[in-house]
């Protein structure tokens, strides 16, 4: 029995269970439900983000593709709340990258913040122009009228119409610029802990992620890249692959990435594991020629190196540090390492493409339908109206799926193959080929007066650019603008008089991209763990030291307030244990952790971790504290677990027995504390993880006084 029979099996078996409610992709139906993004026959659209029918179906989209963060739920809650209806009395599709639907991106937290006003207004004009159709219907002022629950009632006569028997003369009006929003004491979806409606598929096993699309007549592929990062094929004898049954073709293939394109072999078969095996038995002689040296050894080598080397400064600098340091009383050095990381995401990457003459349609997990139909487009040379996108459920991501490597070796073998190519990472091709987090290296100084007053502070982040990288952005002259994460003075209002940002770019062919939290899940591991240095240099303790720095920055201060209460900061501890802690603002939000420690063995146990975020108004506090929660477990991970490191030009790291997340017994108790607020929302996916490293760190200082500079460490031998 091969691969494709088992998975028509399983999926007729849910089918007749009755298990399957929506989004299944038959072969031959590969856009499914969720990928419909043209209104079809009976559905009226209102404004580009809400279809309705006249039977009263009402469908609203998705512009930021679910990873497992919530999206499918909190960005269609934007939308119904102002409709007055409710997401279980709604479909919810996922765009496809039309400029109707404006910006769709899942990244840098900034789903909820981007979209907060945009798609509220939107669901507002639809409630207007159903509530002016029914006043006109019923020939009475518009301000007799209001909408509740799918329906429009006319206040002094109690009668009503649904929003299907109103769409279509509604569907006729003008769409209101300046809609009313409602007054958020009025919300009945936002701030409210509600369940996900996602959820429910994904438990049951109905939910479509990418690597459930198929294709009618596809082939699938699997690609022998060089172990040695971009290494160059001399010689391929495939005698062996084509033996297999199930193989069809072997191709000289690439994998585009934005610094560079390196060659590949690609065994396409009938099925995957044709494929697979097919690819197993290629002999393959490989050019290394001036990639074998590349090694994380070589490169820190040169980062330490740099730490002598004046940055490009950042935009933010006052006064003078140089001049202040040298009357400080005190002063404070420390260098701070971090590794690359792997995202590692359970779902690998997987794209389906089907290039037919000038035009290309798409089947993959993604970040960015709209990006990707623009890299597409310029791939292939070809206008974007020929770029069609179908968006699934990622199963997992942090920023990877945002890196089309994997759908242009799909589009490019399609295009060679004339048919639908589906191309599978292999979980050893994702944590080998990368891209990475990149390594960083952070060189701080300090200077303290004689009242332990901190009167100078430099924060110099040195390591490869990711804007460099990706924009090929020429940084030898200039800061890098998108390393300021965390050590910004907007991110960090220490009040301090002198004060310093740098970047130093050192390059490497390590290929790095976006990782969780990017730069903030590395600066906040320097920056924090040397305000607490300088506190302790100082004689001060770190929380009150922290705090009558941010005087002048209240929302800090209340953030550290409400931790220190939360985490019972100022009760005497067991002998045995100490509490650390560290904050860090990021895309707009501020989270801080306090975090208990006690000696085990020879090494340190982690007792609790107390989390405060501030990222004002909330759509789902429960899925806020479910992500701060993921971010500890990924921060804890990045910290304690191996990095990615390379040697001879090879990623040392295969697969999970070599690069690990924590596991479930090993992760400790985890109480997180949304901040109440009426402030406009910030971002939520990713302020949660910079400060749990420094915050750990911070704790073993107070129990044993080691200070840990480099990540990551051995929790069990400290």
Known sequence: MDTLTVDTSRRQFLKLTGLLAIGFSLPGQASSLVNKVEPVAAELELTPFILLTKEGKITIFNTSPDMGQGTWQSVPSLLAEELEVSLTDVEIRQTAGLAKHRMQFSGGSSSIRGQWEPLRKAGAAAREMLTQAAANTWKVPVSECYAKEGKIYHKPSNKSLSYGELVEQASKLEVPKEPKLKDPKDFKILGKVLPRPDVPSKTNGTALFGLDAKVPGMLYASIQRCPVIHGKVVSVD???????????????????????????VAVLAENYWAALQGRKALKIQWDN????????????????????????????KKGDVDKALATASKKLEAHYETPFAAHAMI?????????????VEIWAPNQSPDWLIGQASEYLKIPKDNVKVNTYFMGGSFGRKAYFDFIMEAINLSKQANAPVKVIWTREDDITQGPYRPGMLDALRGGLDANGKVVAFEHKVIGESIQGQTNKKDLSQTADDWMHEVISEEDSPYAIPNRREATKVISTDIPIVWWRSVYSSTNAFGHECFVDELAHAAQKDPLAFRQEMLHEAPRFVNVLKYLAEKAQYKLKPNPNQAMGIAMARSFGSIAAYAITVSKAGKGIKINKVVGVIDL?????????????????????SAALKPGITFKDGQCEQTNYHQYSVLRMNEVPPIEIHVMPSTEKPSGAGEPGLPPVAPALCNAIFNLTGKRIRKLPFDIDMI
Do not use: C, F
């Open 238 to 264: 495939d005698a062996e692959t084509k033996k297999i049954p199930g193989v069809k073709k072997v191709l000289r293939a690439e994998r585009k990435m934005p610094h560079k394109t390196v060659e590949t």
């Open 289 to 316: 020629t001036g990639y074998d040296k590349i090694s994380t050894d070589n490169y820190y080598a040169k980062l330490r190196q740099a730490v002598k080397e004046p940055g490009n400064e950042l935009k933010g």
């Open 347 to 359: 779902e690998p990457e997987n794209a389906i493409a089907w290039v037919q003459g000038d035009k």
């Open 616 to 636: 004002g108004m909330t759509v789902n506090p429960d899925n806020v504290k479910a992500q701060t929660e993921g971010n500890v477990v990924m921060g804890l």
